[in-house]
């Protein structure tokens, strides 16, 4: 759809439809002074979502947990996400749910009761976390000395902005060279990457961590792709040292999907390459992408709604 009015990203901020550059919110939004916000994130394939019900049932799930509730109802944000992918005219998308406390109506309040809440949408063109040419060689993942923040503190199932324990891993693993990190929890065991599971394979079993981490949709792809292909697979504890003997170590998440890494840490895993059960992972996955695996075509007359 190259007439698309938005190509370069939409956006939809207090009831109105703009390009992405116009997507903004006032300073006084606790969205913005307290990171106070969920939001969850659906990729757009080839003209259609991929689990859209379970994003938003997840989305509901978040907000329901931290007790932010915009006017738009569940059928309402579906139809929103719909629409921001229209304007755009993308077949591939990256595409943003996002549910702000908003601003105090009574100016200098501390309640959080006494805040708007409201909904932010936006789709943009297709993101991956790590670019497909390092996605191509592996990932080379750094574990960080920073610890994860506590879950009984922040609650990694509800997906949050809080992300200075992850954004401090990453400017660990950038000032060693790495692409990306990994963070343990205060016990030593491992959780996850900034806006990543991660996934850990011994013997040709799969292993992904029960702590300190969202229950990522694409995390519950692949342990649905493992149950399909016969592979072995669990959600449980990883301490930090089973990183020290796995054969293979790979990360998934929405903005990129199967991700094989081929270093972690010092260690160069295989032959520097992407391992076998990554790569036949990451190839499963998108072909049943192809196929039609939990597709849901955009709507793209939306665009031509008025506002």
């Given at each position: 759809m190259t007439t698309a009015p938005y190509p370069d990203g939409a956006g939809y901020v207090r009831g109105r439809y703009v390009p992405i550059s116009e997507a903004t919110l006032p300073v006084t939004d606790w969205g913005f002074t307290r990171s106070d916000v969920v939001y969850d994130v659906v990729h757009v394939f080839k003209g259609g979502f991929f689990r859209l019900r379970d994003h938003l049932d997840r989305f509901e799930r978040s907000m329901e947990k931290r007790r932010i509730r915009p006017p738009e109802d569940r059928a309402a944000i579906e139809a929103i996400l719909h629409r921001c992918v229209a304007l755009t005219g993308l077949a591939d998308a990256y595409v943003a749910m996002v549910a702000s406390r908003g601003r105090p109506r009574v100016m200098g309040s501390r309640r959080p009761a006494d805040c708007e809440n409201h909904?932010?949408?936006?789709?943009?063109?297709?993101?991956?976390?790590?670019?497909?040419?390092?996605?191509?060689?592996?990932?080379?993942?750094?574990?960080?000395?920073?610890?994860?923040?506590?879950?009984?503190?922040?609650?990694?199932?509800?997906?949050?902005?809080?992300?200075?324990?992850?954004?401090?891993?990453?400017?660990?693993?950038?000032?060693?060279?790495?692409?990306?990190?990994?963070?343990?929890?205060?016990?030593?065991?491992?959780?996850?990457?900034?806006?990543?599971?991660?996934?850990?394979?011994?013997?040709?079993?799969?292993?992904?961590?029960?702590?300190?981490?969202?229950?990522?949709?694409?995390?519950?792809?692949?342990?649905?792709?493992?149950?399909?292909?016969?592979?072995?697979?669990?959600?449980?504890?990883?301490?930090?040292?089973?990183?020290?003997?796995?054969?293979?170590?790979?990360?998934?998440?929405?903005?990129?999907?199967?991700?094989?890494?081929?270093?972690?840490?010092?260690?160069?895993?295989?032959?520097?390459?992407?391992?076998?059960?990554?790569?036949?992972?990451?190839?499963?996955?998108?072909?049943?992408?192809?196929?039609?695996?939990?597709h849901t075509p955009v709507r793209y007359q939306l665009a031509e709604a008025g506002e």
């Open positions: 909904l932010i949408a936006y789709a943009l063109p297709w993101i991956d976390v790590v670019p497909k040419d390092v996605q191509a060689r592996g990932a080379h993942v750094f574990v960080a000395s920073t610890p994860r923040v506590p879950d009984a503190s922040v609650d990694p199932t509800v997906k949050n902005y809080q992300w200075n324990d992850l954004t401090s891993g990453l400017m660990e693993a950038h000032d060693a060279g790495f692409d990306t990190a990994v963070l343990c929890d205060a016990q030593g065991f491992l959780t996850e990457g900034p806006g990543f599971n991660v996934f850990v394979v011994r013997d040709g079993r799969v292993s992904t961590p029960d702590r300190g981490s969202l229950r990522g949709i694409t995390r519950q792809s692949v342990l649905d792709l493992c149950a399909e292909l016969g592979i072995e697979a669990a959600v449980e504890p990883i301490p930090r040292s089973a990183l020290d003997h796995a054969d293979e170590v790979f990360l998934a998440t929405t903005a990129g999907g199967v991700m094989p890494a081929s270093r972690i840490g010092a260690r160069i895993l295989g032959n520097d390459r992407p391992g076998p059960i990554s790569t036949r992972l990451k190839d499963v996955y998108w072909k049943k992408h192809d196929e039609g695996w939990h």
